[in-house]
DNA sequence: CGCCTTCTTGACTCCTGTCAAGTCCCGTGG
DNA sequence: CCACGGGACTTGACAGGAGTCAAGAAGGCG
């Protein structure tokens, strides 16, 4: 796998954290580095286990997950195409990383990653934001999970999916749909919340006539300034 | 204000962030940095400001807020001597810092200190260490928001106390007595309780003589194996 | 077409929040 | 020295939101 034609057709190229790379070290970085294809369900690092590799997500979804021993489960956080997957400087990773969609990654052993950190001060920075970022919102959701009603979670979580995934100029257009890439399992997992509470506020909000769900996992936001109110903005 | 004078005595030099620094780094630092005493209940920064200082924290006990618009808090984190404090590169702060105790702090100018950080790579691998790390705690606390109970929210909290703040040897020895510098209130900001909630668990613990609750904030943990079991370890 | 998974809906329970007293602790001042 | 006052904490009664258990509907794939 040489650099030149894996690195030149990456789609997340400029976004990712490898774009602060110069050539030579993504040379460096290409010659111990592989691209993956990641099955959907399919889970790249377990609780617990080694923290062996890090990398970038190229396309798909995945999800950071939490679980008590009695197998309760958190998902702590949702990697999405150009985020930075992995854990540098720990022994072992403390928690699960699983697809939620079919994916690709490009992955590198840990130690070698850690390596081309030490030897690039922009990468470095690049992550550190990239940090940094990451905590506020997992703070942000903090604040959710520990203060929030299940009709606002399920607001606020529309919401961030339709910037996601809506289609251009989300915020403004009234009738916006889109497919979420959750499952109801996967969603409740995310708000803290059960399948049947996120079944239930899903039906509440359609009988509302804020948002239809004509079938499958496809959403309509029918009054965006409503579930707005809802989601009690921070 | 000299650097020799202020860092050869700081008390938390070796284990804060500009334990990285050499003498001349400390010394550009030093000289648009200052001490600062902070009254208990003082609130250093508001959410939604901007982001003005970082800094590290000499003394005493801070809390990290964020809050939704009709007043419900969370903290979202707690920062404990030579924790670092503040947001770099981002032009306003999401929460808000405010002292639980009468504290010293050690700040500098948001700008001040990115331009250091940028000069020094060892500081920045401090901080990005330090910043991975403090987002595997505040994962860690989702979990606990979004999937445990109030009973093993606070067997957990206590259990975090003592190892913080309870006498040497506290994991092992087992009548181990420590004062919580928390109000009961502040405890239910960090656990998303209420405080009668916080209030009847703990007379509940007591009752079962697992803790005792001398008086003040004083708390006795009685029997570990019990408030562990109840913690639901991870 | 039929099976299996996912999702919805219903009935019921219970944990935690809310509202409201009441108690304890400590510092102040008479 | 003790009464007073205010904040912090505890306790009680009650309500309601979300979880649990269970069944049924819908959707997708072989």
Chains 1, 2 share one sequence.
């Not at 070290?25 to 377990?46: F, K, M, S, Y």
Request: aromatic share 4%.
């Amino acid at each position: 796998m040489e650099c030149g034609h894996v690195c030149t057709g990456c789609t997340v190229r400029d976004v990712a954290l490898c774009g602060s790379l110069d050539e030579g070290a993504l040379a460096d970085l290409n010659r111990v580095g592989r691209r993956r294809h990641v099955e959907q369900g399919e889970t790249i690092a377990w609780a617990g286990e080694e923290s062996r590799t890090c990398g970038n997500i190229l396309s798909g979804l995945f999800k950071l997950s939490a679980s008590t021993t009695d197998g309760r489960e958190q998902t702590v956080g949702l990697l999405y195409p150009a985020d930075f997957l992995g854990r540098p400087y720990a022994a072992q990773t403390d928690y699960s990383v699983t697809a939620l969609s079919a994916a690709e990654v490009c992955v590198f052993p840990r130690k070698a990653f850690e390596a081309t950190l030490e030897r690039n001060g922009a990468m470095q920075r690049a992550l550190l934001r990239r940090t940094l970022a990451t905590l506020d919102e997992a703070r942000a959701r903090l604040l959710m999970l520990g203060r929030q009603s299940a009709e606002e979670r399920i607001a606020r979580f529309l919401l961030d999916m339709a910037k996601r995934f809506g289609a251009e100029g989300g915020a403004s257009v009234d009738p916006q749909t889109f497919d979420l890439p959750l499952s109801r399992g996967a969603i409740a997992d995310v708000l803290g919340l059960t399948i049947e509470t996120v079944s239930r506020q899903m039906t509440k909000l359609k009988a509302a006539r804020i948002i239809a769900l004509p079938g499958g996992r496809t959403v309509t936001i029918a009054r965006r300034a409503a579930l707005e109110a809802l989601a009690a903005e921070v």
